[in-house]
């Protein structure tokens, strides 16, 4: 499994990853999944895979040899792309080149030709843009209205990316929320650890602001992860416990089936329990 | 979709569950998906179900018919189970009935026999228990070392459930905890929505201590998921942003592909990264 996290905000691009790899939760190990491009003052760009890692390994080496152009007899790679958008579609013909040589050969041993990457960054005369390739070879672009993809097990980390990233927000203050995003998944799925890579683009900068690994030790993240558990336990003691009247002293209906009523089933807004229909409404208290 | 949670506490049991069935986002409506067994004083029983939704209201017009017990020719329903555990079986022969009864037919058109149950409760001489049952019919029972089971969409909401319930937490602040569970759930997956039905149980009462429906509207779940909203923003707001030293000025090395790299791919720790080979190394100020 694999937890990687890329937003596009106002001030430039924010991307995350794990490195936990893993074949059987008895063979883990950990491999870079957030590869760094660039060519000072003219692109820089980031690559997060997810998926089966022979196929990402091999789609970035078929990235890294090139990949002839038929028409122009070219090679081309992420180094001469002349746009981000081109760039895209070159990985997704990388995919497709890997998918056409490896053949169904993942498939029939593996979960099958699964594998999907974040691509982002800016390359000189284009803008700041950022990506999701599919599995076949497809992409989607990150837009303003939800200023980030996810790859990977992205269901656990999501909510506070969902409350808390805006397209304005400060670029340290997107790390910091999608390093709290990265906790909570690590926390709930054994598939995503540390240490994390991380990157941060300045727009117009053409270079990376931050190109780092979090380690298993690393202060700050240690004291982030802390300091969150913390504060979410406050959160939750400061909310009143509800105050729903007790049914203590009530009975149920004898030998009922609080079962399907039609009427249940059609409701938009709150049915009468069962035992409101007896006459023992559970009713809020104060 | 759904979701629901049940907690086995050293008070009681609490469980929870959504009402939205959705056949595709076309056509989504509201059934019951949590139903209360009981015989006050005697037994009282929670049976939540996620999945298709014709399997699970056959299982439960199954239980509500009972099944006759091929040795005895006894009609065995929740009502006459004489233990918890029996009365989880019946659960599951319910599902294998439905099984082949129904056959092959919901695996042609949908996504497959697709049921699971959350079984919770007491019955007067047995202790309170709380199983999972699988669509196979086996079941697991919960146990105080993790004292909460979901089915359902259960990983947006799995979160809050780790970091915060225990075995001695009080019965009304886990069904806080369930229902900020649920909140979480809800804002990340259309899938799951209002009214939410809750029962809460007190060890030894044999009756429902709550059996409520809460509904778009009501007053304190809206409370709840205001006050967690703002708490969660403030918890954030007071984490520091991070300090890693950025690179700004510095430049990566020309061209240079930060990829795989064989000692990278080995590192238990933090391994140097690229512009830290190359004497640009991204160090936390401070």
Chains 1, 2 share one sequence.
């Not at 999907?116 to 599995?135: K, T, V």
């Not at 992409?139 to 980030?148: A, L, N, Q, W």
């Not at 709290?180 to 799925?189: H, K, L, Q, W």
């Not at 209906?253 to 409701?267: C, N, Q, R, S, Y």
Request: hydrophobic share 40%.
């Amino acid at each position: 499994m694999t937890y990687c996290c890329g937003m596009l905000l106002r001030d430039g691009l924010v991307m995350i990853a794990d490195t936990r790899t893993n074949a059987g939760l008895d063979n883990v190990s950990v491999f870079r999944k957030l590869r760094v491009f660039g060519k000072p003052g003219e692109r820089v760009m980031g690559l997060a895979s997810s998926g089966n890692l022979s196929v990402s390994q091999s789609v970035v080496s078929t990235l890294n040899e090139g990949i002839k152009n038929p028409e122009t007899g070219e090679m081309e790679n992420l180094l001469n792309a002349p746009t981000m958008f081109q760039a895209a579609q070159l990985i997704g013909r990388a995919i497709r080149h890997v998918h056409i040589s490896e053949g169904r050969a993942p498939e029939a041993a593996d979960p099958g030709f699964n594998v999907s990457f974040l691509f982002g960054g800016e390359i000189a005369g284009d803008r700041l843009r950022l990506f999701m390739i599919y599995p076949e070879g497809n992409s989607i672009e990150c837009t303003v209205d939800t200023p980030y993809l996810q790859i990977g097990e992205h269901k656990y980390g999501k909510p506070v990316l969902d409350r808390a990233i805006t397209y304005s927000i400060d670029l340290y203050t997107a790390l910091k929320i999608g390093l709290i995003s990265v906790d909570s998944t690590m926390r709930s799925n054994l598939g995503v650890g540390m240490p994390l890579d991380v990157l941060v683009v300045r727009r117009g900068a053409f270079d990376a602001d931050l190109d780092y690994r979090i380690g298993p030790s690393e202060p700050y993240f240690r004291d982030l992860r802390e300091s969150w558990s913390r504060a979410l336990r406050a959160a939750q003691a400061a909310i009143p416990v509800p105050t729903y009247k007790t049914l203590s002293g009530r009975k149920l209906a004898p030998a009922i089936l609080t079962d399907i009523d039609p009427e249940d089933a059609l409701a938009e807004a709150v049915p009468p329990s069962p035992q409101q229909a007896a006459g023992l409404s559970p009713v809020k208290s104060g």
